[in-house]
């Protein structure tokens, strides 16, 4: 059993992706552990994507990230990281495989609809960033 983060991000929100995003992960047979509607501020944004802080791409990410509410779930499931990614598809929607949600709803590398925990470690920092232990049943 292992826990990952995901997130509907605001292009998946704003086109009305939020249930097809979750029936995916439930038919794979992943269980949504925890569920919530949020509007990142940009500082919140800059902080969830630290990592990426010296990326060209920063600035306009976090102004993405922030122009819109998102949907942040945990997932719960065998190897719940690596499927998650593998349902999500590749960064770049042009890399992704047909049938990844990427793939099917994105047009582009920055606005790709979904967003997973790459590993265990920032799994667990990105589940405590969106909640509480009293929030994941
Ligand atoms: P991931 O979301 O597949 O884990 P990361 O490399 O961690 O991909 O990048 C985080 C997010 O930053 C991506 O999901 C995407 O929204 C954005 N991003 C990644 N690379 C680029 C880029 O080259 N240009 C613009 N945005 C990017
Ligand atoms: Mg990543």
Do not use: C, W
């Not at 919140?44 to 990230?65: C, I, N, P, R």
């Not at 942040?72 to 593998?86: P, Q």
């Amino acid at each position: 059993m292992e826990r990952t983060l995901s997130i509907v991000k605001p292009d998946g929100v704003r086109k009305g992706l939020v249930g097809e995003v979750i029936r995916r992960f439930e038919n794979a047979g992943l269980r949504v552990a925890a569920l919530k509607r949020v509007a990142l501020r940009k500082r919140e944004a800059e902080a969830f994507y630290a990592v990426h802080a010296e990326k060209g791409f920063f600035q306009s990410l976090t102004d993405f990230m922030s122009s819109g509410p998102v949907v942040a779930m945990v997932l719960e499931g065998e190897n719940a990281i690596k499927r998650t990614r593998e349902i999500m598809g590749a960064t770049n929607p042009k890399d992704a495989v047909p049938g990844t949600i990427r793939a099917d709803f994105a047009e582009e590398v920055e606005q790709n609809i979904v967003h997973g925990s790459d590993s265990p470690d920032n799994a667990a920092v990105e589940i405590a960033f969106f909640f509480s232990q009293r929030e994941i049943q």
